[in-house]
T-cell receptor, first 113, second 113 residues
């Protein structure tokens, strides 16, 4: 009964390809996020959606496009992958009014060759 | 520009003793501070938090102390157990951030039996 699940867990691909990472939460939360952990181990927010509406969009290349078909799902599509996109991507969710207490998925390790 | 700093990349402690993990921040507009714990190949999990209007919050073996004048917080684990071995991330939340947490780089705690 995984609360926040993301797939795939590992993704190895060539530069220039397009790939997607899927995320689903069964916690009934209204807000979902994508965080990126780079090679220096910093976890940084990329996007957040509240009930399918984009509310945070940090400085992220427009090759990254989040899509939220419903409030339980937030997918991340990446076009024209670059070497620097290699990182671990974490999906997370939170309850209304408790935005600081995030529930994270187990991460997707993306390697761009 | 690191707004949240964890200057110790690692810490080793004997089982049963106290573990003290430290965190410094630069932004006086942070109003909420959190600690997350992360095991390998898993996402971070929320551990404990403290509001900027408090100086201490305790939850079982875990206590977080906040010193606003020094812009410093610490996490105390007592007694430490081998299962506490993990990476601990300090995070801060600006007022009204809606889940945009600013994370430190993490401290890897090893508790030896």
């Amino acid at each position: 009964d995984t609360a926040v699940s993301q797939t795939p867990k590992y993704l190895v691909t060539q530069m220039g390809n397009d790939k997607s990472i899927k995320c689903e939460q069964n916690l009934g939360h209204d807000t979902m996020y994508w965080y990126k952990q780079d090679s220096k181990k910093f976890l940084k927010i990329m996007f957040s959606y509240n009930n399918k509406e984009l509310i945070i969009n940090e400085t992220v290349p427009n090759r990254f496009s989040p899509k939220s078909p419903d409030k339980a799902h937030l997918n991340l599509h990446i076009n024209s992958l670059e070497l620097g996109d290699s990182a671990v991507y974490f999906c997370a969710s939170s309850r209304r009014g408790f935005a600081e207490k995030l529930f994270f998925g187990s991460g997707t390790q993306l390697s761009v060759l | 520009d690191q707004q949240v700093k964890q200057n110790s990349p690692s810490l080793s402690v004997q089982e049963g003793r106290i573990s003290i993990l430290n965190c410094d921040y630069t932004n006086s507009m942070f109003d909420y501070f959190l600690w997350y714990k992360k095991y390998p190949a898993e996402g971070p999990t929320f551990l404990i938090s403290i509001s900027s209007i408090k100086d201490k919050n305790e939850d079982g073996r875990f206590t977080v102390f906040l010193n606003k004048s020094a812009k410093h917080l610490s996490l105390h684990i007592v007694p430490s157990q081998p299962g506490d071995s993990a990476v601990y991330f300090c995070a801060a939340s600006p007022a009204g951030s809606q889940g945009n947490l600013i994370f430190g780089k993490g401290t890897k705690l090893s508790v030896k039996p």
